[in-house]
Nanobody, 115 residues
Framework: QVQLVESGGGLVQAGGSLRLSCAAS????????MRWYRQAPGKQRELVAL???????DYSQSAQGRFNISRDNGKKTFYLKMDSLKPEDTAVYFC?????????WGQGTQVTVSS
């Protein structure tokens, strides 16, 4: 059973920063690609960033240059550091991974950016 637990969301002013964490209870954590998604009200869930087992990273266009995804394999935790936040970054942020062909999601953490 894989569990993902996010933390670190909150309310921040535009231009501010937040760091989200996702703790994973999964064997061989280091072997899996980990992803952050977000879903704003009335919009589809979208991929924000991913980090592969080799540490390779990829970002959405909106996240590029402002967000940084990282992982700590010893703690089985990965992170999303968000800088220069904008009101349009307001969303519920979810962590996700795929293990043995099955998708797992965290419960989500709310990020609200005020203007």
């Amino acid at each position: 059973q894989v569990q993902l637990v996010e933390s670190g969301g909150g309310l921040v002013q535009a231009g501010g920063s937040l760091r989200l964490s996702c703790a994973a209870s999964v064997e061989w954590f280091s072997a899996y690609t980990m992803r952050w998604y977000r879903q704003a009200p009335g919009k589809q869930r979208e991929l924000v960033a991913l980090i592969g087992a080799a540490g390779n990273r990829d970002y959405s266009q909106s996240a590029q240059g402002r967000f940084n995804i990282s992982r700590d394999n010893g703690k089985k935790t990965f992170y999303l550091k968000m800088d220069s936040l904008k009101p349009e970054d307001t969303a519920v942020y979810f962590c996700q991974t795929i293990v043995k062909g099955r998708e797992y999601w965290g419960q989500g953490t709310q990020v609200t950016v005020s203007s």
